[in-house]
């Protein structure tokens, strides 16, 4: 199908298109070098070994990372954190989540609760309070701390809305409580400036397919200096290319945690995404993207009829719905105009919640870097139309 | 199709002297050898250990001259990287 005239504000979900070097990086990891990567020493499987370690390496700069052993590649975010969730805690432990977590948080840690493992409560990020403050926000998580308090875990940046969460206090806050600190970074990886190390972030879990640009089918998870393959179970065993005769995962980084064949043309595509984000960098992409995300705020503010969402925090993403009109109903008929949003709950129970959205939840327009002013002005004529019941 | 780096040609290996092999462990951790060691301009390439010290199969490690094999103990012992055993053919 021809997307040249589709207008594509779902970036929250996937970056789409993707950048030419990344597709042509993808296609010829398939055709001139693409082994498998520790299944033996010829040049093929040498070749894609040289390839996965340029990723890490990539992501370890990207990221504050000092040690590229330290980047796990998984399938994408969410079963990076399923990872660090379930390989980091301990029967008895609680655990504070935020109150606009994705559902990759919510429902590893509920299955955990139902099944008597764990305990964890909510804590306010203050979406929406015009009192919202990193003191604040820090106060709201010292008064759930229990002497079994073992993890702390919080989106970096919403993917309902703009807001992000003060990640530098909130690991210092982590570090010197002794807490686990783990960030969800779906939605700020490629758009935010994070650094492993200097945010004290214990896991830090990624998709490569979003703000990186890469191909869907990786992910990754970086961990902090202090968590040992020890402390780190696994969650799938098998094969990784070393110590065979071995009947346990060797306590290896990051060997024990990838089991089986790496997607190794997605993360050939990711390294060229990595590339480019490094090239345009992160402060001139969230700059692109809040100069997107201004105009269409004052476009659809002026609109009788639109009520839009903690729309004070700028970014990539912009959550509304049209009064008296279901939200999957909006993003079907802007579909049919070639315009591509996300309706619904963005598998964020939790997000909906805070922000109070009606049944049906709320229509999302996130923006990349292929968008422009142009398109999202051609957006809020759609939404007029669709108002005014053409 | 591009060499990749690690397909260096044996006979510059293998000039005179012989070769020191470098035993490591993980595919990984030969990689970040590899590159230490490229860092101090020694060349290596990255080869499965053919009877490893721990008898657990599969362990990688790298092949060096060994003319460079003093070198190359320096460079990655001051990077804090742990070479398991080294052995050399001469």
Redesign the interface.
Known sequence: MEHGSLIYFDNAATSFPKPRSVVEETVRCMT??GGN??R??H??A??A??KI?EC??LLAKQFGVE???RVIFALNTTSALNLALKGLLRRGDHVLISDMEHNSVLRPLSKMRVAGEITFSEFPSMTGDPRRSTEKILAGIALLITPKTRMLVTTHASNLCSVTMPLREIGAFCHQKGILFVVDGAQSAGHERISVDEMKIDALCIPGHKGLLGPQGCGALLLGKNITPEALGTLVEGGN??????RAM?L????RYEAGTLPTPAIAGLCEGVRIVERLGVDAIAEHERGLFRRARELLGNMDGVRLYADEYEGAVLLFNLNGIPADRVGRWLSERGICVRSGYHCSALGHQTLGTPEGGAVRASFGIYNDLAQVEHFAFALEEILRGV | MKIPRNQTPPRIIQERGGNSFAELGSLTAAMKAQEVLAAAAIPSTVEKIEFPSSHRGCVYGLRISAMQEKNARAVLTSARISVKRWNTDR
């Open positions: 001139d070098y990567a520790g033996g020493t040049a093929l040498l070749a070994a040289e370690y890490r390496t040690d590229p052993a290319g070393m110590a065979s005769l071995e060797p290896v980084l990051p060997e």
